[in-house]
């Protein structure tokens, strides 16, 4: 069995952590827990290890907590997911599996099998109905589409981002504005109208109107609003990447404040 022991990031980081662990044992046909969605297990219709029950993920979560507090890593078999030829390690040394394997780190990627196995994971990772029913922005988005308007999903994210790589994500609002206009003459051009919905957990100056709406929803209920945007666009961000992924959307990065941006430069997340 594969268990997931050093969960990385936040919660959009350690869903495609997951991901991509979980693709790999569902190819190979190798057991597969995740003790660290313990917080996040019943948000989703069939997270990992459903039919086994929250139980038998809390005892390895804690297992896991006695291995960390006591330091006994040379009697466990943990691989190194820094190491490109990692999958290659695993398939290698299929005695491997006759014992418990310890993984975490963030390099390790199958993207062939998220790609292969993504109806697979929508259906597991939708969130369960009881989290947005009668959600206002929900009703909002399915009123547009029926109108045959376009939904485009803005993720405005600072924080973090002042100080991680000089800075160079973090925008001000006069910048998502610009995007956000420029995007509205583009559907406007092919005779679409067009409203969007900003997901931040930012105090913005962008003011609601219209056309512009702003969700004050929680974080795994903005993945299900983005989930059924028609576009996305924000900076790099896994965020805007697990709404694309779970959502068939596609997506856009803003990299700099002054991009020339058109539709065709939109693309979908396979993982």
């Known amino acids: 069995m594969i268990i997931m022991a050093f969960p990385y990031g936040n919660y959009s980081n350690r869903l495609f952590q997951n991901l991509h662990f979980?693709?790999?044992?569902?190819?190979?046909?190798i057991e597969y827990?995740?003790?660290?969605?313990?917080?996040?297990?019943?948000?989703?219709?069939?997270p990992c290890n459903?039919?086994?029950?929250?139980?038998?993920?809390?005892?390895?979560?804690?297992?896991?907590?006695?291995?960390?507090?006591?330091?006994?890593?040379?009697?466990?078999?943990?691989?190194?997911?820094?190491?490109?030829?990692?999958?290659?390690?695993?398939?290698?040394n299929p005695s491997s599996f006759k014992h418990n394997i310890y993984v975490g780190g963030w390099c390790f990627r199958v993207q062939d099998l998220t790609e292969k196995y993504q109806d697979y994971f929508i259906e597991k990772y939708t969130l369960k109905e009881k989290y947005y029913l009668n959600n206002k922005f929900i009703n909002l988005i399915n009123k547009t589409k029926r109108s045959n308007k376009i939904v485009?999903?803005?993720?405005?994210?600072?924080?973090?981002?002042?100080?991680?790589?000089?800075?160079k994500y973090y925008f001000n609002d006069t910048v998502y504005e610009k995007y956000i206009y420029t995007l509205k003459e583009l559907f406007s051009e092919i005779k679409n109208e067009?409203?969007?919905?900003?997901?931040?957990?930012?105090?913005?100056?962008?003011?609601?109107?219209?056309?512009?709406?702003?969700?004050?929803n929680e974080w795994y209920i903005d993945h299900l609003l983005m989930s059924r945007c028609?576009?996305?666009?924000?900076?790099?961000?896994?965020?805007?990447?697990?709404?694309?992924?779970?959502?068939?959307v596609k997506y856009f990065h803003i990299e700099n404040d002054s991009m020339n941006i058109n539709?065709?430069?939109?693309?979908?997340?396979?993982?």
């Open 22 to 29: 979980e693709a790999f044992c569902k190819e190979y046909g």
């Open 263 to 271: 539709l065709n430069d939109f693309k979908y997340c396979k993982g």
């Open 50 to 92: 459903l039919v086994k029950g929250l139980k038998y993920i809390k005892k390895y979560e804690l297992k896991i907590k006695i291995i960390k507090k006591l330091k006994i890593y040379k009697f466990i078999k943990i691989f190194d997911t820094e190491n490109d030829n990692y999958r290659d390690s695993l398939l290698s």
């Open 194 to 216: 067009c409203i969007f919905i900003i997901f931040s957990n930012e105090n913005l100056l962008l003011e609601e109107n219209e056309y512009i709406y702003k969700s004050t």
């Open 230 to 248: 028609d576009y996305l666009i924000g900076p790099p961000s896994t965020f805007t990447l697990w709404a694309s992924y779970i959502g068939k």
């Open 152 to 167: 485009v999903g803005v993720h405005i994210r600072r924080g973090d981002y002042k100080d991680w790589q000089n800075g």
């Open 33 to 46: 827990i995740n003790p660290s969605f313990s917080d996040i297990y019943d948000l989703y219709k069939s």
